[in-house]
């Protein structure tokens, strides 16, 4: 995707779609996150704090399902995300169609936050935000841009709007 294109040159590092690039820097990532770990170790406490050194990590992921394609990638960010949380960070991914055999149920399950825009089918709506809700992101028209639900792990999804921004303003 190219969708992240316009925050390269604001990212501290950046892979668009070299899997090899990708690899490296989740190695990095988690050698950094390491980093963070022992510092909360050495403090003892386990809060984030950039005051105390702590760097904020955000993982941007575009097209998740094309690196948990790779069995070795796939096994690299389930590790970041169970850690991530822990150390203060995020990660950020998307989706077009988040299909269970390529971004099965161990790693969304590590998401705690779910935003659902326009979908084709319920089926993919319950694959983001879960069983048994009464939403209907597949009824969202074509020209609502921004509108979608979005899910935490307090409570049933709510519909929401975000702001929308053509890529000249971004």
């Given at each position: 995707?190219?969708e992240l294109v316009p925050w390269k040159g604001r990212a501290g590092r950046y892979a668009n779609n070299d899997l090899t690039?990708?690899?490296?820097?989740?190695?990095?990532?988690?050698?950094?996150?390491?980093?963070?770990?022992?510092?909360?170790?050495?403090?003892?406490?386990?809060?984030?704090?950039?005051?105390?050194?702590?760097?904020?990590?955000?993982?941007?992921?575009?097209?998740?399902?094309?690196?948990?394609?790779?069995?070795?990638?796939?096994?690299?960010?389930?590790?970041?995300?169970?850690?991530?949380?822990?150390?203060?960070?995020?990660?950020?991914?998307?989706?077009?169609?988040?299909?269970?055999?390529?971004?099965?149920?161990?790693?969304?399950?590590?998401?705690?936050?779910?935003?659902?825009?326009?979908?084709?089918?319920?089926?993919?709506?319950?694959?983001?935000?879960?069983?048994?809700?009464?939403?209907?992101?597949?009824?969202?028209?074509?020209?609502?841009?921004?509108?979608?639900?979005?899910?935490?792990?307090?409570?049933?999804?709510?519909?929401?709007?975000?702001?929308?921004?053509?890529?000249?303003?971004?």
């Amino acid at each position: 995707g190219t969708e992240l294109v316009p925050w390269k040159g604001r990212a501290g590092r950046y892979a668009n779609n070299d899997l090899t690039a990708a690899k490296q820097l989740l190695v990095d990532l988690r050698e950094g996150m390491g980093r963070i770990a022992d510092r909360q170790i050495e403090r003892g406490d386990n809060k984030f704090d950039v005051d105390k050194g702590d760097d904020l990590i955000v993982l941007a992921i575009d097209e998740l399902p094309r690196y948990t394609a790779n069995k070795e990638l796939r096994m690299m960010i389930l590790d970041i995300l169970q850690i991530i949380r822990s150390l203060g960070g995020m990660v950020v991914a998307t989706a077009q169609r988040p299909s269970g055999d390529q971004v099965g149920a161990d790693i969304r399950a590590q998401f705690t936050h779910r935003f659902c825009m326009r979908v084709d089918s319920s089926a993919t709506a319950r694959m983001i935000l879960g069983e048994g809700w009464p939403v209907r992101p597949h009824h969202i028209p074509k020209g609502k841009r921004g509108y979608g639900y979005l899910t935490t792990l307090e409570g049933a999804p709510r519909g929401v709007r975000a702001d929308w921004m053509d890529i000249e303003q971004i």
